[in-house]
C-alpha cells in the first residue's frame, strides 16, 4: 500500500473574488415594483447599495434610490432592467455579495448574501469583514 493519498485539486491561485452586487430576480422584480409605484422613471433611477459604518457589527447595508446616477466614485451593474450602483469603497467590502427578496409572512425585505463578512447581527442588517 502506498503512503501517498489521493488529494483534492486545489484552487488556481489566479481566481480572484467575484466582483459587484448581484440581484436576484426576485429583488430586481421588487425593487421595479416600488420604482413603478414612486412613479420614478425605471431608465433614470439607480439603485444604490453600500456598506457604513454603523450596526452592531460595524457596517450597515444601505440600499437607496438615486436619481443623479453614477459618479467617478461609483461601479455601476445593470441588472434585470435595474441600474445598480455601488461606491468603489463599499464595493470593497461587499464585492460578490448577492440582494435577494423575502416575500413570506414573516420575514419580508431584502436579504444581503456577504461572501465578505466574517461576521453579522441577528436581524442581518449589519456584518463585519
Known amino acids: ?5 489521493a488529494k483534492a485539486p486545489e484552487a488556481p ?3 480572484k473574488p467575484q466582483r459587484g452586487v448581484v440581484l436576484t430576480e426576485r ?3 421588487e425593487i421595479l415594483r416600488v420604482i413603478a409605484e414612486q412613479g420614478f422613471p425605471a431608465d433614470a433611477t439607480w439603485v444604490r447599495v453600500g456598506a ?3 450596526g452592531c457589527s460595524g457596517f450597515t447595508y444601505v440600499l437607496d434610490f438615486d436619481r443623479t446616477g453614477p459618479t467617478e466614485f461609483d461601479l455601476s451593474y445593470p441588472q434585470h432592467g435595474v441600474n445598480v450602483v455601488v461606491d468603489k469603497k463599499s464595493e470593497f467590502f461587499m464585492g460578490g455579495t448577492m440582494l435577494d427578496f ?3 409572512l414573516l420575514d419580508r ?3 444581503f448574501k456577504n461572501p465578505q463578512a466574517t461576521g453579522s447581527c441577528g436581524c442581518g442588517t449589519s456584518f463585519s469583514a
Open 1 to 5: 500500500m502506498s503512503d501517498t493519498a
Open 13 to 15: 491561485a489566479d481566481k
Open 27 to 29: 429583488a430586481a422584480k
Open 52 to 54: 457604513k459604518g454603523g
Open 102 to 104: 423575502n416575500d413570506g
Open 109 to 111: 425585505g431584502f436579504v
